[in-house]
DNA sequence: CTCGTTCTAGAATATTCGCAA
DNA sequence: TTTGCGAATATTCTAGAACGA
């Protein structure tokens, strides 16, 4: 009943291990297997009689449709039919170019640049074509005369307009949201670069903690002189500390000898709040640094290997220090220019705080979480989702 | 026949960063087959005998309709019939000119204009012909009416159609990961700013290590009031965890004079492991909550100064813990609405695996450094210039 | 370079009579030819192998499509597709009614019936053909009036074009700098993630910093063996390290009894360089698998203390090496293929430089901020505010 | 959900036939 | 008779839709 079955018969013979290049699965696995296997054929010199690039490298040309899809085919993929091959073609946007030859040819597919492979999209399942569909009105056998015709397409060209304009707010909004990202990453990177780079410091000096103690023994390390300036010159800060933020000694218990004061004024502390507070200063961001820069090179020199610690310590604090802040006013209003978009996702920038000098436990727990408000997080995913919503919002017209 | 058969071929310039010209991408320049290949032949030298252009080059002729059917329409049709060529000619406006010669006119085939091909229209098949009004100036058949300007702006209006949906899905799809992207990076700042705070504390108080040390010796450390309140606010977490995870204790060897437990329940190590899982918990970000937790709460309570370490370590710890684990599952999914965007280059979210209660060291350097890839940078990047291809390449339709 | 020209080329062959069966002629012309053909090619005993009727005689099978299009179809049509043949046969009803073999069925298509054919009907060519309105009658009255519809819509038309095309370069760029954004953050949580590991191993260790110190002071601290097994493991980052980085030795003081040489092949220092090598070249990414598991454990455990350092500190010092150095190559040129993009707010990507082996304070400072440039971000800012016109860009036209 | 495979359909062009001005 | 066109069929190329892995 079946003369031919196993040479000609589309059922796939699994029972071939089908071979998959070793360079797919290298290939960045973002590249779908169907683009990568397929440029690996087309480059294989072996097959050029049945495959290979065109003259300029800008397409391919399947010279054997029939050797193709009885040799090459089952090979690398489950099936043997040409049609499934171009099917697939079709739907990553390649296009037959030559009514004459099976030549395909997609911008992302080229001779020598595998790496576009990427750029290239399998076209949507269909879905959400707001416009498409809509094409389908030319059907309703219009009325008569080139009249209708216009005005069907002043109709059409009122929808594509304002799609457009939807798309422009898109493109706007996600370009401003993704620089905000940018700036954010900017600035985590740099709190990143300098965290890293103040524990290798300390962490290259095993004395560190030792001198630390013995710093803190000695005490009498506040500098007056330091302080005044302080005082001056960021007032806003030392009354956001008053008011709010308290700040309390780390342990009476550990610090018996501790002889300074530990109000706010008076960072008794080894660490210097001094210092802890040009941190913060020196490494926020935005239109913050003017502020910042005023602080630094506050350490006194004769402070010896204390002024390591001071810098090291400095360094430090100012990780969490460059708050912000600023981000919060570039965030929220950018997010509301368009109905169209859907910007929760994008909100609820992180408020470092402020740590400014030196703080108690709780005030560090708090500004570590209190303010960043971990429980948040849960509540702020459904946030999320809306980001479909975002770009698919213009769905009818 | 046809030396350099780029008619249809976009010419590939691999030295150019392949520019797409934007019209050609609008516009619909698939010059139907017919019209290029004919004009291929009038202007092909060595068939001048049997077809060639007129005097004036305004038209064409064929001296030899015997030959040319016989010889030429096989070659380039699927038909040796003269009679079904002229048809074709008669269906793109050519008219015959002279009664006595084979010669046909239209005013979009002349010789050295072959981009004027793109204005000769194809009769339309009946129906909707819009062209019916053409019937008033039938007379002048292959023209350039209304009904033609109609057509064109159609299929261009059709053209702008699809490509404003791949727009509308490229965009999606870039909000959607920016979307991701900014959660990732709020999570990254969560993480910095835990970090900082802990170390902010860690380091303000020197005597952190010793005092570590000393508890470590002393054993009983687990903080009931910890535990309760965690017990309290994280419930989920709780329950998450038991179904799964499984915490293994850190090292017996550095614990002999752990009398406590070192079951989930009970961390016994010096580092609060309740704490830690607090940590995780406060930082896991977005929809990543119920994993994250799932490895919490493996705490075990104890007080007193070691409290703070405990609290600070758990700041610290979950730095590391609020895996983005679902972040798979958030970014792949949320690549599939649109075929025309390349995703490629969002992949491969970090998974920061699950650091569940307490680590042994090698859990720990697993967790550090199993999954991720200093070595990825680099390579990375080249990945990266695809992106042109993706906006640009839905080029004709 | 077109190696099998003829055999696949739909150019019509003259040589082939295309042997119209008499019956054909004969039949009722009414029936189709590709009905009657086909009945005929499925009646043919001769064609069994390739071609037959099914065993109950109500469909029929093409047991070879190969052959089939090869020997076949072009003896009897117009070309020699097999895909052309079934839309054919969808054309007429036939429906596949196998899916492991191309066995089609249609209720008037069974052997020894062929007076049925005249029953199936050809599909419609969809568009529902509503000849009426072909009657163009109204044309020229509104004529006039719709060329200048007509000239309105065209302008409108190259309006939409270049917003769309706008759009297209202002999306790719939108993607490209995600991409980098992207990029960038996988990175940073790669850091953070091996910081918080490194730091979680430290800390769970409380000798850690009496042993380094300790440690310090003995001096001679290089595992060989571990040594050579990243020289053999990691022998490109190895190079890489030669070929440009300079490694600058810690504190010859603080070295004084290290026997061990400081070059960067021999990491002197207490903080094994090798380690810190293989750290970096471990936490590599992609199908990293095998990397890391490469790297991990690598340690023996019975090195005591020291080995844990190493392992930490190569942990940690990788943080920073893994640079995104390249970033800079990618994010420049990315940036400048539309005037109509914004770019500044992408730009400066940090650059950690690269820390390899151990370095001294002064050298740890610049790398913390030096290259980074805390002052630098002011400037940065302003960039910020381009996004806006990114996407508002298009302003005339 | 994505990708791959299959089957069918849409839509445009191509070929043939025959009629009619 | 010549010439052009309607109409049906044929061929091609691409897309829709369903389904499974």
Redesign the pocket.
């Known amino acids: 009943m079946n003369p031919n079955d196993d040479k000609n018969s589309?059922k796939?013979d699994a029972s071939v291990p089908v071979p998959v290049p070793m360079e797919c699965l290298l290939m960045n696995n973002?590249v779908?297997?169907?683009?990568s296997?397929t440029f690996e054929l087309v480059d294989e010199p072996c097959l050029n009689p049945i495959i290979s690039w065109s003259s300029n490298g800008a397409s391919f040309v399947v010279w054997d449709p029939l050797e193709f899809a009885r040799i090459i085919l089952p090979r690398h993929?489950?099936?043997?039919?040409f049609?499934?091959?171009?099917?697939?073609?079709?739907?990553?946007?390649?296009?037959?170019?030559?009514?004459?030859k099976?030549e395909?040819f997609n911008e992302g597919f080229q001779k020598g640049k595998k790496h576009l492979l990427k750029n290239i999209q399998?076209?949507?399942?269909?879905q959400s074509?707001q416009v498409?569909n809509y094409?389908?009105s030319s059907?309703d056998a219009g009325k008569f005369g080139a009249e209708v015709e216009i005005e069907r397409l002043k109709k059409e060209r009122s929808v594509l307009m304002q799609q457009v304009v939807d798309l422009q707010q898109q493109q706007r909004m996600t370009a401003r949201r993704a620089g905000n990202v940018n700036q954010r990453l900017q600035s985590a990177e740099q709190r990143q670069k300098q965290m890293v780079s103040f524990l290798a410091k300390l962490f290259q000096n095993p004395d560190f903690l030792a001198r630390l103690k013995q710093k803190k023994e000695q005490k009498g390390i506040e500098s007056p002189r330091l302080r005044r300036k302080f005082v001056k010159q960021h007032q806003n800060e030392e009354e956001n500390l008053k008011d709010g933020k308290k700040i309390v000694r780390y342990q009476a218990n550990c610090e018996s000898k501790e002889p300074s004061p530990v109000s706010i004024e008076h960072s008794p502390h080894y660490l210097s709040h001094d210092l802890v507070k040009e941190m913060s200063a020196g490494s926020s961001s935005f239109g913050l640094d003017e502020q910042f820069v005023k602080g630094k090179n506050v350490i006194s020199p004769n402070e010896g290997v204390i002024t390591e610690n001071f810098e090291g310590f400095q360094e430090f604090q100012s990780l969490g220090t460059e708050s912000i802040i600023k981000q919060e006013d570039i965030w929220g209003p950018n997010m509301n220019f368009g109905s169209s978009c859907g910007n929760e996702m994008w909100g609820n920038p992180i408020n470092y705080g402020v740590i400014t000098g030196e703080m108690s436990e709780t005030d560090m727990w708090d500004i570590g979480f209190g303010c960043l408000g971990i429980d948040k997080w849960p509540g702020d995913e459904s946030s999320f989702d809306e980001i479909d919503g975002q770009a698919s919002q213009p769905k009818d017209y």
């Open positions: 589309p796939f973002t779908p297997p169907f683009l296997k993929f489950k099936h043997n039919n049609s499934s091959f171009v099917r697939q073609l079709n739907t990553y946007g390649f296009r037959k170019i030559d009514s004459d099976w395909f399998r076209r949507r399942s269909s074509q498409g094409v389908g059907s």
